[in-house]
């Protein structure tokens, strides 16, 4: 683990454990920064807002997501492919569900939603530029796109919003459900469940 790895590991435990203590609002971000031994200017460059910390999980523009998921195969079926990039978020899965579990207890809903709703748009960017690349109409990646990213963030809203504890494998569950709901949406056209072939 790198210097800055570190750092930033530590200004998150001492970060969440100020707002427990203190209150989203009221926790100080200068007292955070002080009990690490940094300046606030440090904290402000591994986290852009307090915010970050509790949603540091779905990060604003899906980098990791983006990449993992041009690395799957281009043949493979789309909700797989989803599934596996999901699969390779860079999050400790013990910090996601005790993170999941502060956002409802400290946050209200209609912030937690205001995130949500950022980073589905960040998905579904992620998505309907590979479809393009792929080779579909742009029309059919931006439906797929959205369709795929509303999915995975509906089943991470309802997870969220489950009282704790916030089991990773029923998040998993609740994503795949939510990805088969809309496979239709997802196949080229003639491709559906009893649609002619030609």
């Given amino acids: 683990m790198t210097k800055s790895e570190r750092t930033r590991n530590a200004l998150r435990e001492v970060a969440l454990r100020h707002f427990v203590a ?3 609002e009221a926790a100080s971000v200068p007292a955070i920064a002080a009990e690490v031994g940094v300046t606030e200017r440090t904290f402000y ?3 852009a807002t307090k915010d970050e910390v509790l949603f540091g999980d779905v990060a604003t ?3 990791w997501f983006g990449s993992a998921l041009r690395a ?5 079926d789309l909700v797989r492919s989803v599934l596996a990039a999901l699969g390779a978020a860079p999050t400790d899965p013990q910090l996601l569900a005790e993170i999941a579990r502060l956002r409802v ?3 209200s809903a ?3 939603e205001r995130v949500f709703r950022d980073r589905q748009g960040a998905m579904a960017t992620e998505l309907r530029a590979l479809l393009v690349d792929r080779g579909s109409d742009p029309l059919a990646a931006a439906v797929r796109a959205e369709a795929v990213a509303g999915a995975v963030f509906a089943a991470l809203a309802v997870w969220t919003e489950a009282p704790p504890p916030h089991d990773l494998g029923r998040l998993g569950e609740l994503t795949e459900t939510a990805l088969e709901q809309v496979r239709p949406v997802l196949s080229p056209p003639g491709t559906e469940p009893g ?3 030609g």
């Fill in 72 to 76: 799957r195969p281009a043949e493979e």
């Fill in 110 to 112: 209609a912030r937690i």
């Fill in 45 to 47: 460059r591994h986290f």
């Fill in 61 to 63: 523009r899906l980098e």
């Fill in 105 to 107: 207890e400290l946050l």
């Fill in 195 to 197: 649609s002619a072939q």
């Fill in 22 to 24: 203190d209150g989203f």
